[in-house]
Nanobody
Framework: QVQLVESGGGLVQPGGSLRLSCAAS????????MGWYRQAPGKQRELVAD???????NYADSVKGRFTISRDNAKNTVYLQMNSLKPEDTALYYC????????????????WGQGTQVTVSS
């Protein structure tokens, strides 16, 4: 019903920058919060940042001041600008979206993308 596709991951040196994008498509009526999570090998998935439809944002302490989340409601897309990257930022990054679909207007469901790899290494 709803697909989320991430892009923009890759290999970057410490101190470098990357911009992740996540586009939602399908039977979308409205999208509430959208967010970015990450999971490093051997660790649990953790919240990186999220943003409401009104563009209120929330960040993990580890990325405050370095990462910026934003969204384009007209394009159903959320972005994550990552600056001053560190090796500990290496992980598989997932986006998610809290969606009301046209098929079930009475409920909200959370959808996930397939993930995009970010590797920070010299």
């Amino acid at each position: 019903q709803v697909q989320l596709v991430e892009s923009g991951g890759g290999l970057v040196q410490p101190g470098g920058s990357l911009r992740l994008s996540c586009a939602a498509s399908g039977s979308i009526f409205s999208i509430n919060a959208m967010g970015w999570y990450r999971q490093a090998p051997g660790k649990q998935r953790e919240l990186v940042a999220d943003i409401t439809s009104g563009r209120s944002t929330n960040y993990a302490d580890s990325v405050k001041g370095r990462f910026t989340i934003s969204r384009d409601n007209a394009k159903n897309t959320v972005y994550l600008q990552m600056n001053s990257l560190k090796p500990e930022d290496t992980a598989l990054y997932y986006c998610n979206a809290d969606v009301v679909t046209t098929l079930r207007l009475w409920r909200r469901d959370v959808y996930w993308g397939q993930g995009t790899q970010v590797t920070v290494s010299s």
